[in-house]
């Protein structure tokens, strides 16, 4: 596999809380093996919920039509 020549900064940004993920700081690795679950990656959730590590797009709309809607 080629190396991701952003992990460095990528690292830097990461929020995901989950230890032992090969995926860390590799964004487009981190997104394919969620999107197939139609799940999103930690860094779209807000920390609170990020660390339930319920990361379904049913709970990312939750959260976010929340936040947005009220
Ligand atoms: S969001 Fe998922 S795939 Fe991405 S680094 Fe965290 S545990 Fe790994």
Redesign the pocket.
């Known amino acids: 596999m080629v190396e991701c020549i952003n992990k460095k900064k990528n690292l830097e940004l990461?929020t995901?809380?989950?230890n032992g993920?090969?995926?860390?700081?590799?964004?487009c690795?981190?997104?394919r093996?969620?999107w197939k679950n139609r799940?999103?990656?930690?860094?779209l959730f807000p920390a609170e919920i990020?660390k339930t590590?319920d990361?379904s797009l049913a709970n990312f709309i939750r959260v976010w039509s929340k936040e947005v809607l009220f």
Do not use: T
């Open positions: 990461c995901c809380s989950y993920c090969s995926n860390h700081a590799v964004c690795e981190c997104l093996s969620h799940e999103l990656p930690a860094c990020e590590y990361r």
